[in-house]
């Protein structure tokens, strides 16, 4: 019989080190005409139809009051060939840096939202933000897409996972359990 005296206790400020978030997303906004982007490593699907996501943004980022006054963003998802920089993305503010030019992103307007989608991501999605309510307690947005685009050039490429600790994980291999999927047929 497993007792805990045979496992190791793990500080609970590294919680977020053991269970892999979604794929690092980068977030656009547009404040004032004035487009921009920051990286994202915590968010989650959250419902399948219609589609909803959940990301942390706080307010420390200069995307927060950009998120809350236009109620609007694109969440874009870059591929693993972008990891350097989606990091360097995330390592410097909107406040300070124009992102879309330091950083060479194509800016592609979209059809829902004011958000400039990135060119260079495999997907692209336009959302609304649709829920505020726990923003103030956790800096999580509920962001529902409303518009969804993909590169047709790139089949299905590689995202990668921040690890919580400056370690990234890349999609890898695929396991086809189709078969056993047997309760959610209408998924598949
Ligand atoms: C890998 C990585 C993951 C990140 N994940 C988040 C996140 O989930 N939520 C958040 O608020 N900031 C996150 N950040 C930090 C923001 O990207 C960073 O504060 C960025 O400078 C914000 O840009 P802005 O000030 O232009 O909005 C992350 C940064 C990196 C490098």
């Not at 959940?54 to 109620?71: C, M």
């Not at 694109?74 to 972008?82: F, R």
């Not at 969804?148 to 890349?170: C, N, Q, Y």
Request: net charge negative.
């Amino acid at each position: 019989m497993i007792t805990v005296n045979d496992l190791q206790a793990h500080p609970l400020d590294q919680v977020h080190r053991l269970i892999e978030p979604g794929p690092v997303i980068l977030i656009t906004t547009q404040h004032r005409g004035v487009p921009n982007v920051m990286t994202n490593g915590f968010n989650m699907m959250v419902r399948h139809a219609p589609p909803l996501i959940a990301a942390t943004v706080g307010p420390w980022d200069y995307s927060y009051q950009a998120l809350v006054e236009t109620g609007e963003c694109v969440v874009s998802v870059p591929t693993a060939d972008m990891a350097d920089t989606v990091v360097d993305i995330g390592n410097c503010s909107g406040a300070d840096v124009d992102k879309f030019h330091a950083f060479g992103l194509t800016a592609v307007a979209g059809e829902k939202v004011q958000a400039p989608l990135v060119g260079e991501c495999w997907a692209n999605l336009e959302c609304k933000v649709a829920d505020t309510s726990l923003v103030g307690a956790y800096n999580l947005f509920l962001l529902e897409p409303v518009r969804a685009w993909t590169d047709p050039s790139r089949s299905r490429p590689r995202l990668f996972h921040h690890r919580g600790d400056g370690t990234f994980s890349v999609d890898g291999d695929v396991l086809d359990l189709k078969d056993r999927m047997t309760k959610w047929q209408y998924l598949l």
